[in-house]
Structure formats: C-alpha cells, structure tokens
C-alpha cells in the first residue's frame, strides 16, 4: 500500500468515525435548535436528525464500497443480509400503497426507505471501527449525552418552566428528553444504560464515571415511566448477569447488591417523583402510565387469561386486550393486515393509512370511540411483518440472530457489553416503536460488535 492510499484511508477512517460522534452530538443540538426556533423565536426553520441522515447516506455509501472496491472488506453473511434487506425495502416502496410516504416517511415520524437506508450503512460502516479506543469513545459520548439527556428530564419533571418543553399535557410527570416522547426516551436509555454497567462491570478504568452513570441513567429510566424499556432492562441485566457469573465475572453477592439497588431505587424515584408533582403542580397521576402500575396490571392481566369471561371498558374492550395501553388490541387486529400484504408489504411507513381501513366495523367504532391513531403497530418487529412483508422479517431476525451470536460466543470483554446493550433495545422493541433519533445508534451498537469480533 503507497503513502497516498495509506493518507487517503485515514481520512475516510476520520470521516467514519466524525459521522458518528456527531451523530450522537446532534440529539440534544437538533432538539433544541428546533424547540427555541418554535416557541421563542415563532420560526418554521427545521432542522432534524432524519433530515441529517439523508444528507449523510451518500457519503455512507461511498465510504463502505470505497472500503469494498479496495479490498480493506471482505464481504460475509452480513453484507448480504443487508443487501436483502434493502432489496425488500425497496420492492415495498414500489408497492407501497403510497410510494412517496414509504421513501421519505410520514408526517413527524421520517422514517422511509432512505433514513433505513442510512441505518443500514451506519452498521456496515461501524464494523470499520475497531480499535478499542475509538470503540470506548463512542461509548463515552453515548453516556454522556445520556447524562445531559437526564439533567433535561430531570428539569422537566421536578421544574418545568418556559424553557423546559413537555409535549404530553396530561402526563407532565412523564420525562421525554431530547427524544420527545416517554417512550422513546426510555429506549435510548435502556441502549446507554447497559453500556455504562457494562463498562462499570468490565471496564478497568474510570469505576467511579460508569457507576454514577449507571445511577443516573437508571433514574432518568423510571423518570420516564416507560414500561415496555423498563422490562427489556430487566431482561438484559438477567441475562447480563447471568452472563457474567457463567465467564466468572461477578459473584452472587454483587448480582444480590445490584438487584436491591434496582428495586429500591424503583420504588424510591418513583414515590418521590409522585409526592414531588402532586403537592408543587397538583398533577393527577395514572396507574397505566407509571411503571408500577403497569407491573401490578401485569399481573392482573395474566390471572385475566384464566378467566372464562372478560369484562370490558366504555369503549369495548376487554382487559386483556386494554393491556400496556391497548397494545393487545392493536396486536391482534394489526395480524389481520398481514394476509393481504404478506409479500411486499402495505408499504414503509403505510401502517397509518392502512390500518384504519383493515378494521371492520365493530373495530372501528372502538378505534374512534377511543379518539387514537395508530400510526405503527408498536411493535417493531410487527410493523416490519406489516409493512415490509414476511420475507423482510424473516431476514431481518436472522440477522439479529447473527449479531447476538457473534455476541455470545466471543471473548472479548469490550463485545460483552455491546452485547447487553443490543439484548436491551432488541426486546424494548417487542413493544416499542423505531424513531430516527433512536434506532441510529443500535445499529451502530451492532456495527461495532460486529466489526471487533470479525477482527478478533
């Protein structure tokens, strides 16, 4: 290889990893450029990160086939199932029910084919950043922002004011960050929250930066009392701990702390939080949008499956279906769109204008009795069976499964806690939603682990 070559990867190595520290950068920047744009300055002037991904998704692509062309990659069972899964997004786009709405996204989600794109090639390109040092920087940043995310959050809750924006009047105890929603909040929480324990657990230096990281992220969790991230924690710290005690990482006295820390500090935040907002802003609390609450419905719900008849509310739907905010009603009749649509899909971004329709009539009575839009299935796995067809799902879980296992069965200790984070946000999803200002950085997550266990 000539110097000049050797100047001119180095370059396109900066680029790659700039791309990314600014990405992350941009969450708290883009969120606030926007807010004071609208309600200070009553400016129209946008600027968001969906707006930056489609700026960035050329200079993406040039770097990962630059990579190709000159041999630095060798293509492997990832670069193919990428490329499936862009082929199939691309024949849903055509047969998209409405085409445009499927390329660029809907109306405040901006979530088509070219911002998946850009996902996509945010994965190929991460596998490229493999020194562990530009790895744990990027870490770093992710926590960081976090941490300012829940000085926000933390603002929004216990101060409010002029300048701290709360988008849901109705449920102003809930935090909602920089992302904008409670929900999605939780799920970049729950991406940075098992890195940061995942360093403090395995990372020698700077204990004391990942632990109280860990506190605060936690906090900033139950601040936005988000159930669905809340229970893919849990389920990522079982197996993150179940993990570490199989490698002889931790012992049962260290995983008995942790649990305690985690029920106390559940229970603790979240009695304080509620005092705190009904005696300063005589706020009405409600059960199903706390975290508590939606424990103890769980359990309701699941004695309910034993029950041969099922009350059911002013709208007519029983408790199980009513169940994390009528999800198992939008579950059940979003299935029955998949029959038509199974190949291709009704198109990226179509759920919307589409769902409404499938419903009869009994369904649909309800749906505007209830006053909601489902714009997504809240499901993401769901909404790509939908939207996308079978085959794109299909694909789309190998290639998870192809990450996980990269994950589990490697010996690097820096891949372990890109693991958990992936554990994380991959069962969040089951009821969740993907957001432009989110799912970003999982696929950069997986890029990253990916890329380090190919090179070990």
Excluded at 196 to 202: I, K, Q, S, V
């Amino acid at each position: 290889m000539t110097n000049r070559q050797e100047k001119i990867n180095s370059i396109i190595d900066k680029i790659n990893f700039i791309i990314i520290i600014c990405l992350i950068v941009l969450v708290p920047i883009t969120f606030f450029i926007n807010y004071f744009s609208l309600f200070h300055f009553h400016s129209t002037f946008s600027f968001k990160i969906h707006q930056v991904l489609t700026y960035i998704l050329p200079i993406e692509i040039i770097i990962y086939f630059y990579k190709l062309f000159t041999k630095q990659i060798r293509m492997n069972i990832f670069d193919l199932l990428v490329y499936l899964l862009i082929l199939f997004g691309v024949i849903s786009t055509i047969y998209a029910v409405d085409p445009n709405l499927a390329l660029w996204g809907s109306k405040y989600r901006f979530e088509g084919l070219v911002q998946i794109c850009a996902y996509y090639f945010l994965f190929l390109n991460s596998r490229f950043i493999t020194k562990k040092d530009l790895v744990i920087k990027i870490i770093n940043t992710l926590i960081i922002i976090g941490i300012i995310q829940f000085i926000y959050s933390f603002l929004q809750v216990f101060v409010r004011g002029n300048y701290v924006y709360v988008k849901y009047e109705y449920v102003y105890y809930r935090a909602s960050g920089f992302i904008g929603h409670p929900n999605m909040l939780g799920s970049y929480i729950v991406l940075t929250l098992l890195l940061a324990l995942g360093m403090y657990f395995l990372h020698d230096k700077h204990k004391k930066f990942y632990l109280i990281s860990s506190i605060l992220l936690y906090t900033n969790l139950i601040l936005a009392q988000s159930t669905g991230p809340f229970y893919g924690f849990i389920v990522a710290l079982i197996f993150m701990f179940v993990y570490l005690f199989i490698k002889k990482k931790v012992n049962i006295r260290q995983i008995l702390i942790s649990l305690v820390v985690i029920i106390v500090g559940l229970i603790s935040v979240s009695s304080i939080s509620r005092l705190w907002c009904e005696a300063k802003f005589y706020d009405h609390y409600r059960d199903d949008f706390t975290i508590v609450g939606d424990i103890k419905d769980t359990f309701i719900t699941i004695a309910d499956l034993f029950k041969l008849e099922h009350e059911t509310n002013a709208y007519g739907i029983n408790h199980i279906e009513e169940y994390g905010s009528n999800r198992i009603w939008l579950w059940t009749r979003s299935l029955k769109m998949v029959p038509k649509y199974w190949l291709h899909g009704t198109g990226i971004d179509n759920f919307g204008i589409t769902f409404t329709k499938s419903l009869d009539e009994s369904d649909r009575n309800i749906f505007y009795l209830g006053g909601a839009y489902f714009d997504r299935a809240h499901n993401e796995y769901l909404q790509l069976l939908v939207t996308q067809g079978v085959l794109a799902l299909v694909t789309y879980l190998i290639f998870l499964f192809m990450v996980f296992w990269n994950g589990v069965r490697s010996k690097d200790t820096l891949v372990w806690v890109l693991i958990f984070s992936f554990v994380g946000y991959a069962v969040q999803a089951f009821t969740n939603i993907s957001v432009y200002n989110v799912a970003p950085f999982f696929y950069i997550v997986m890029g990253m682990l990916v890329g380090i266990e190919g090179k070990n």
